[in-house]
Structure formats: structure tokens, C-alpha cells
């Protein structure tokens, strides 16, 4: 800095006489009235708009001495504007119109206290180009005198447009006009220093201000600590704060905002409550600033009902703390992260109540919260909503916005988004290039978002860590192993390193495509490397290896991770406690799960399910039925996967009327019902011979028949068939074919077994006729299991019925022709027939030649046989 100093000080004895002018001073006295300001309205009722704005007239021709109004009075180009008339005027023209002309025609010029206020006007309005002509156009006028307030406001006027550079070079400008620069001057530079984040550029400006022997204001030290704090510097903020307090200076409201924005720059949001605490000591009572910040960092600490409570007391009628749009913005936030978006829109329309306009933070903040939950079209209102207020939409509002087409699975949408961005003229960031990756990746297009990470590469823009983070996780949701080395590559040869949650994401998609020892192998050296292991790492690894069936390697990694003493999460407890089942180790489940309770880790119902299992396992039914009593006590809502193990308990235990009332209350709280709860629901009614309410389930099952399994079919088809609903069963065998639901060999088998207890042989001939139009061929029991009760039950007439319809096909008499062969052949008894077949006899009573009947293919089926037929075969065969 000194060498800064230096050469500008070098470059001063030239500047300075080049720079002086012949002041020209008015000796009239001026009008004491002329600088006041006026306030000026304006309001349209129609359009429901209204302006305040301030002018001030300066002084004009009649105030001038007389000797300056001679020059001017004949030029019929000199025009007598007020102050606030030529800063309209100047603002109207584009940097590139003469400037300087329309300033030379100003009469006011020749009154040199009209330029602080024209320049204290224009930099209030902020047009920073502007400002720099008028004021080169000032240091040109013959009575132009150098004044410290002058540069001062450009200094400040170039600090809130982050120009540090040129703020700096205006400190030593002033110096060369012999301007010393007062407490403000520092104020300014300092404030400039700390909004680049330059904070020690501004503690050097302190000290130079200190050599100088001008004593540090409240708000010097105030602006110090924001520079410091601004860059997350948060100790040095509190280092200068102590000086502050040594050397006399109290702290203020301001100061404490400041202190606890450094503290949320920070990252320290336990530290920003405990000070929060410390202040309410104080007499100073807090403000709103005061409380966003602090509703920010609950926020940030996941303790969001007492960020909420801080915001409804804040709407209190007695509250002296109203909230703004930061505060609502917060809110909005705070039920966005925690999936509240019917709460956020609620935020959002009160904030509209309030008579709150959002900016455009706030508008961002509600698409954001639509695109966490894949609210496309939301998400598209707002955005649209924020073009028609007159608010042009920023990059993050076309980033969130393309987050919300990649969540709801319209990644093309989402490349048009990107596409919009840029033609709007807005360069698309880091962020937004990891989304689109993410959009396509996420719905597994990985080649495409690898071509993104290409593009984003020809753009000048170079891949981050989680960039690579979000290709590994597309690897694993699209089973790709070998793109995980290709990535993991990629990111080698660019130099990036992967952190933390780099090798989680690869650890991860290692083992959701079952690459065991490539996630123990990037375990290892992610241990190798020194790179921190959080509880994300040892989740995955746990839940993977419960995955993989890899039990004991569970339990080793959760003892690693105690030892460590790293917070086990749900996941981990749950992972753990399925290990110890799977291994029939009931008592350590039980003793993780007490342990979970204790650490004030409270189960959820993924854990309540897995106990459940384990118990299930260990067929200790009391236990299941106390720990669902516990689930009840405790409000754990059940989902389906519980309410299926609940059922399962239930029915092994003894308790099939507890399955029913069970699926009752499901249907009441609408919870789905699956594969498996109507399986266990079909049991209960089996046990419980209740085959009314079994024929009830079928209006329940219907809808769900392409889904559900043909094993639980079926066993629904039997429970109605045993209970002599012959008709009931046929219906839903029907409403099977209907739905295209799969239908096998054994429900066919189900069916006859039924049809045949019942005696319906005739529906039986119609069932076996269906098996041979659907292409499914009736087994030889089928066949045998008829020509039986024909023999035994039907008749003579029923039993000649049942012949000639058998008759009708020459191959089912074929087909039982072989099989009576094979099993005389197989057992070397000819002459004597097991009491399940029909004597031979038979046959060759019925059919004069049976040789007739033999085709190729039969003779092939008995030479198949692994069975010397020899002599009995021969003897079979010539009969």
C-alpha cells in the first residue's frame, strides 16, 4: 500500500498544478432558502402508483452578483434550472451526448456552492458514469474550489458500486487539492475495502487514519468490522469490536447486527444464537435486521420451530419489530427445506397482505421450493409472474426453474430453459451447468450429461467437484460400472480433487451396482489420502453391504464408525439392526435399538419395520405385538412395507383378526396396499374360515390384479375354492383374464382341483378346454384325475359323457395311454395296475386299435423314456 501511496504522491506535483483554477467568489449573499428542500408528490389513483421525491432549487440568476448576471443576461442560451432541473437533465442524456454543454448553459455554474449539492444529488440516485463527467466537468470551472464533502461522496458513491481502485485514487486526489481528508473520508474507504472483501487493506486504512490523529468514530469501527466480518473473518470482527469497547466507543444496534452477520458469514450459527443471548442483556433492544439474521441461523440449524415462533411474534400487533420481505423470504425458505411447499405458498400470498412487494430473492426463493418437489408448472407461473411485475428474471431464478424441469423428469424442457438463459444475455454459471448435468443424468441419459460437462468445458467454464459428484451419482442410478472409472479418470487428469462428498457419491454408485471391492477399495484410499470420513460415508457403506447380504462387514463398519464417534443416523441404526436379524442375533438388534432410543435418536418407521422383521425372524410374536402397541403410542405413521411385516406377525402368531382390523385402518388413513398385504390378508381369511370377507377383498384386489403376483392370486383362487365358492371363484378368474393378469399352468391346476371337490365335472371338461385354446397343455394328473371320478363318481351315463368328450381328442386318451405304459413298463408289474389308473382293459375295451392312435411323437416320448421296456413294452405294444 505504501508503494500505492508513492507513486500516487509522485505523479501530485504535477497533477496539482495543472489542476488549480482562479476561484471566483460571489459576493452577494445568497438566499438562506435556496438549498432547502421541497418536498414534490405525485399519485395516480387509476393505476394505483404514487412518487415522493425531494428537489432543491439552488442558487439561480437573481441570487448571483451582479457583476457574473451582466455575462449572462444578453445570451439568450443560458437557462436559470434549479438544481434538481439539471440533475433530470443529465441523467436524460446517454454517456456519449455533451455533457459539458448542457452544464456550460447552466447559470448556476457561476455559484460555486451549487456543486456539492449536485453532486450529493446525483450520487443519492447512483448513476456513478454520470456522476464522474459532472465532476471532471466541475474541476474545469474557474471557480471551482476542492472541497473534502465532494470527495467524499464520490468515494462513497464508488464504494457502493464496489470501484475500490478508483475510490482509493480519489483519497489521494484529494490530497494533491489539499483537501485533508476528515473522519468520513476514512469511513468511505474503509467501507469501500470491506465490500471487495479486502479486509486488510482496510485495517492498514484504520491505521493510517490512527498516524493522522483522527480519532475513529462509532461507525468507523462499525465499518471495519463489517469488512471483516463480510469475508467470514469473524474473529478479527470480534478482535476490532474489543478495541472498539477499550478505547471508549459502545457498541450500538448497528454494531451487534454486524457482529452477528459476521457470525452468519461464518458460519458460526451456534456462536450468532449464543451472542443473540448476550445482547438481550444489553439495553439495546433488538430490530428486524436483528432478528432475520437469527431466524437465518435457526434456520441453518434445522430448529425451525423456533424460527417460526420468532416470526409470529414479530406479526404481533405489540411487536416494535415488524417483518420485511427478508423475513418472509426466510420463511419461505425455512418451509422449502422442510418439503412445506402449501406453507410456502402461504408465506408468500401473506407477505402480498402484509403490502410487502417481493423482490426478485423472494420470487426465487418460492420457485425454488416448487423445483425441490418437481413442481414444473408452479415453478413456470412464478416465473412468469416475476416478467409481468417489470422484474427481470436473474440467473438464479432460470437455474431453479431448470431444477424443476430436471426433478420432474423433463430433462428437454430443461435443456430449453438453459437455452433461454443464454439468449436473454445471461452467461450460465457453474451451478446452472450442474443442474442441466443433473437433469439428464438424474433420468438416465449419462451420455448426455456428459456432453454437458463437455459443453461446459468449451464455454471457459471449468468442471467442480460437484460436478463430478452428480455424474458419479447419474453412474449409479443407471448401473454404469464402467463409466464410474471414467469419470473418477476425468476428474484426475483435471486436476480436481475429490472431497468428502466426492467419494461418498463414488462409494455410493459403487455399490448400488454391486462393485463391492471398487467402494471398499475407494474406502481405503480415501483413508490413505486423509480425507475426512463423515456419517454420509459410513451410511452408505452400511446400508450397501445390508444390500449386498454382507452382514458381518456391516457390523464392522458401525463399530469403526463408534469409534470414531461420528452421530449414527436412522439409516445406520436401521442398516444395523437388519444386519443382526439376518444373522439371528436377537438380542443385539433389541440392544441397538434401546441404544437408539437412549441417544435420543428416535426411530422412525423404516426402524419399527426392521425390528419387526427381526422379531418376526426369531418367531417372538409377543414382542412384535408390543412393539406395534409402541409404534401406536409413540405416532409413528405406518406405511405399507410396516403394515405388511405387522400383518406377517400377526398371522404367525395366532392373531389373523388383528390382520383384518389392520388393513381396515389402512384403508381409512390411505395407506397403498401391495403384494404382500393382501397375500397376508388372503391368510387371515384362510385361517379364519371367513370367506365372506374374502370375497369382499376381491372389489379391493381388482384394481391392482397386473401388479400383484400370480402366487398371491392363486392362493386368493384356492381360499375360495376350499370355502365352496365355485361361482366367486370363477368370477375373479374371469376378471384375471380380463385385467391380463398372469395367468400359469397352476392356476389352471387350482381351478380343477376346486371344480373336481365340488363335482362340477363338466365345468372341468370346459377349464381343460380353455388350457388347450390359451396354449397351455393339461398335465397327465389333470387327465387322470377326471377319468378317476368318472369311474368312481359320475355314473354310467355321466361316466360315458365324460368318455366321449375325452373321446374327441385322440390325444388325451394317447397321452394317458403313455403314461399307464411308462409306469407298468418302469415298475415290471404288467399284469397287475396301480389303484390310481384305470385298468388296461379299459382302454381296449373303448378302442379297437390303439396303434392307430400312436403318432410319431408319443413313440418318441416312450423311447425317451430311461426305462427297458423290453418284453412287457413288446407285449404292451402288440395288445
Known amino acids: 500500500m505504501a508503494s500505492t501511496a508513492t507513486q500516487y504522491l509522485q505523479l501530485g506535483g504535477a497533477a496539482a498544478s495543472t489542476h488549480r483554477r482562479t476561484s471566483i467568489w460571489c459576493s452577494k449573499k445568497s438566499n438562506p432558502s435556496a438549498f432547502k428542500e421541497t418536498k414534490q408528490g405525485f399519485v395516480d389513483y387509476d393505476r394505483g402508483q404514487h412518487e415522493v421525491s425531494a428537489k432543491i432549487t439552488g442558487i439561480r440568476r437573481d441570487d448571483i452578483a451582479a457583476r457574473y448576471r451582466l455575462r449572462v443576461a444578453g445570451n439568450r442560451f443560458q437557462k436559470d434550472w434549479t438544481v434538481s432541473e439539471v440533475v433530470d437533465l443529465v441523467l436524460s442524456l446517454d454517456l456519449s451526448d455533451d455533457v459539458d454543454g448542457l452544464l456550460n448553459r447552466w447559470i448556476g455554474r457561476f455559484a460555486r456552492k451549487n456543486f456539492p449539492f449536485l453532486i450529493k444529488e446525483l450520487t443519492q440516485r447512483g448513476s456513478i458514469e454520470h456522476c464522474n463527467l459532472v465532476f471532471r466537468w466541475m474541476k474545469n470551472q474557474r471557480n471551482y474550489c476542492a472541497r473534502t464533502d465532494i470527495y467524499n461522496m464520490m468515494i462513497w458513491l464508488h464504494a457502493r458500486h464496489n470501484r475500490t481502485d478508483q475510490a482509493r485514487g480519489l483519497f489521494f486526489e ?20 470491506g465490500r471487495a472483501g479486502q479486509w486488510r487493506w482496510a485495517m492498514n486504512v484504520m491505521d493510517g487514519m490512527l498516524r493522522a490523529a483522527i480519532p475513529p468514530s462509532r461507525s468507523t469501527y462499525n465499518n471495519l468490522i463489517n469488512a471483516c466480518g463480510s469475508s467470514g473473518n469473524w474473529k478479527e470482527a470480534l478482535n476490532v469490536c474489543k478495541k472498539m469497547t477499550d478505547n471508549g466507543v459502545g457498541p450500538d444496534l448497528v454494531t451487534h447486527n454486524i457482529i452477528l452477520s459476521a457470525f452468519k458469514s461464518g458460519a458460526q450459527y451456534s456462536k450468532a444464537l449464543s451472542y443473540f443471548e448476550l445482547m438481550k442483556g444489553t439495553h439495546i433492544r433488538p430490530d428486524t435486521t436483528t432478528l432475520n439474521i437469527i431466524i437465518h441461523c435457526l434456520v441453518k440449524l434445522r430448529q425451525y420451530d423456533k424460527a417460526i415462533d420468532i416470526f409470529n411474534s ?4 405489540s411487536s416494535e419489530c415488524t417483518p420485511d420481505v427478508v ?8 418451509y422449502s427445506v422442510c418439503g412445506q411447499v402449501e406453507n410456502c405458498e402461504a408465506a408468500f400470498h401473506m407477505m402480498l397482505g402484509e403490502g410487502l412487494k417481493p423482490n426478485i430473492v423472494s420470487y426465487n426463493a418460492l420457485i425454488g421450493a416448487y423445483a425441490a418437489r418437481g413442481m414444473d408448472n408452479e415453478a413456470l407461473l412464478v416465473f412468469n409472474e416475476i416478467k409481468h411485475n417489470g422484474i427481470r428474471p436473474d440467473i438464479v431464478s432460470y437455474t431453479s426453474l431448470l431444477n424443476a424441469y430436471g426433478r420432474s423428469q423433463k430433462p428437454q424442457k430443461a435443456r430449453k430453459i ?3 438463459m443464454k439468449r436473454n444475455k445471461l452467461k450460465p454459471n457453474i451451478v446452472s451447468y450442474n443442474a442441466l448435468i443433473d437433469a439428464y443424468g438424474s433420468n438416465g441419459l449419462l451420455t ?12 471457459g467454464i471449468q468442471p467442480n ?7 458419479l451419482a447419474a453412474c449409479g442410478r443407471c448401473s454404469q460400472k464402467v463409466k464410474i472409472e471414467k469419470v473418477l479418470t476425468a476428474a484426475e487428469m483435471r486436476g480436481i480433487k475429490l472431497n468428502t462428498v466426492a467419494y461418498n457419491s463414488a462409494i455410493g454408485s459403487c455399490m448400488n451396482v454391486g462393485e463391492y471391492d471398487k467402494a471398499i477399495g475407494l474406502y481405503k484410499s480415501m483413508m490413505k489420502k486423509k480425507i475426512k470420513t463423515d456419517c454420509v460415508t459410513y451410511t452408505v457403506l452400511i446400508s450397501g453391504c445390508c444390500k449386498m447380504s454382507k452382514y458381518g462387514e456391516a457390523l464392522t463398519f458401525m463399530e469403526e464408525m463408534m469409534l470414531l464417534k461420528l452421530p449414527l443416523s436412522k439409516e445406520v441404526y436401521s442398516s444395523v439392526i437388519c444386519a443382526y436379524s439376518k444373522l439371528g442375533q436377537i438380542v443385539e438388534a433389541e440392544s441397538t435399538f434401546n441404544l437408539m432410543k437412549s441417544s435420543g435418536c428416535y426411530p422412525d418407521v423404516v426402524t419399527y419395520t426392521a425390528m419387526l422383521d427381526a422379531y418376526n425372524t426369531a418367531e417372538s410374536w409377543e414382542k412384535a405385538y408390543a412393539l406395534f402397541e409402541e409404534m401406536e403410542a409413540s405416532g409413528i405413521k405406518l406405511d405399507t412395507i410396516a403394515c405388511a411385516a405387522l400383518m406377517r406377525s400377526f398371522n404367525r402368531g395366532g392373531q389373523p383378526g388383528r390382520v383384518l382390523s389392520l388393513a381396515e385402518s389402512m384403508r381409512d388413513k390411505k395407506i397403498p396396499f401391495s403384494d404382500t398385504i393382501f397375500f397376508e390378508m388372503v391368510s387371515a381369511c384362510s385361517i379364519l374360515q371367513d370367506w365372506r370377507t374374502a370375497a369382499d377383498m376381491i372389489k379391493y384386489i381388482e384394481p391392482s390384479f397386473p401388479v400383484i403376483s400370480s402366487g398371491c392370486l392363486n392362493q386368493f383362487l384356492h381360499s375360495l375354492g376350499r370355502s365352496g365358492k365355485i361361482e366367486t371363484m370363477l368370477k375373479l378368474f374371469f376378471k384375471m383374464l380380463a385385467s391380463g393378469a398372469d395367468v400359469n399352468l397352476n392356476t389352471y391346476s387350482i381351478l380343477l382341483k376346486n371344480l373336481l371337490s365340488s363335482g362340477n365335472w363338466r365345468k372341468y371338461l370346459e377349464v381343460l378346454q380353455w388350457m388347450e385354446d390359451a396354449g397351455i397343455h393339461p398335465t397327465v394328473e389333470m387327465y387322470r384325475d377326471i377319468l378317476s371320478f368318472s369311474q368312481k363318481c359320475c355314473g354310467n351315463e355321466n361316466a360315458a359323457v365324460i368318455k366321449e368328450r375325452l373321446g374327441m381328442n385322440s390325444h388325451v386318451v394317447l397321452r394317458y395311454f403313455v403314461y399307464v405304459s411308462f409306469c407298468l413298463v418302469h415298475l415290471n408289474i404288467f399284469h397287475l395296475c396301480a389303484p390310481a389308473l384305470l385298468p388296461l382293459s379299459w382302454y381296449m375295451a373303448n378302442h379297437v386299435n390303439l396303434l392307430f392312435l400312436v403318432d410319431q411323437e408319443s413313440i418318441l416320448f416312450l423311447l425317451s423314456c430311461n426305462t427297458p421296456f423290453e418284453t412287457a413294452g413288446s407285449s404292451a405294444c402288440e395288445d
Not at 174 to 193: F, G, S
Not at 327 to 334: D, K, P
Open 174 to 193: 484529494m490530497q494533491e487539492w489539499r483537501c485533508k481528508p476528515d473522519v468520513e473520508t476514512y469511513n468511505a474507504l474503509i467501507n469501500a475495502h
Open 314 to 317: 414479530m406479526r404481533e400487533k
Open 327 to 334: 423475513t418472509f423470504t426466510s420463511i419461505i425458505h425455512l
Open 418 to 420: 438453459f437455452d433461454m
Open 448 to 459: 448426455e450429461a456428459i456432453e454437458i460437462l463437455r459443453e461446459m468445458e468449451q464455454d
Open 465 to 471: 467437484v460437484v460436478s463430478i459428484c452428480t455424474l
